[in-house]
């Protein structure tokens, strides 16, 4: 029985170094072909303050690039909503519509549209507080979907 608590952390070691043995690289890691597309894009400015914050969440994962050839509109709507099932529950709805431009050519590259939402509890003494954070949250998910499609999108051959 001495054995026996050792076979899990066995097992985990095992499996770790497999991990790091079969090549696996992040998409966003530097020097990948993901990175190299993406440095190039430049995001376009922020006109409110949640356009801001997806500046702020778009420039996290692309960085800023020092040679740009591209350029990324996009608008972004959010819409607050109740939950019928649940009156002590609210959510925000939010679409980012973007296009991804040739700053030469000004072609149209690639566009789309992602969606989702994020919701926050009405019943807490910290309303203000809750609605800011879940504007946020969905603004960072929102980030992270129009990355991913560029990714996909780009990165295809």
Do not use: H
Request: proline residues 4%; neutral net charge; aromatic residues 6%.
């Amino acid at each position: 029985m001495a054995g026996t608590p050792r076979r899990p952390l066995l097992l985990l070691s095992v499996l770790l170094i497999g991990l790091a043995s079969c090549g696996f690289t992040p998409v966003y890691a530097p020097g990948t072909d993901s990175s190299a597309i993406l440095s190039e894009i430049e995001i376009a400015e922020p006109r409110n303050e949640q356009g801001y914050l997806f500046v702020r969440e778009m420039e996290d994962r692309l960085g800023r690039p020092s040679n740009a050839t591209k350029l990324l509109n996009y608008k972004i709507t959010i819409r607050g909503e109740g939950v019928e099932s649940d009156t002590e529950r609210r959510r925000f709805v939010g679409a980012v519509n973007y296009e991804l431009i040739d700053l030469k050519t000004r072609a149209v590259l690639e566009r789309g549209t992602v969606d989702s939402f994020a919701g926050y509890s009405v019943s807490d003494g910290l309303f203000s507080s809750a609605r800011q954070d879940a504007i946020k949250r969905l603004v960072i998910i929102l980030a992270d979907q129009v990355t991913r499609e560029l990714i996909v999108k780009l990165a295809a051959p």
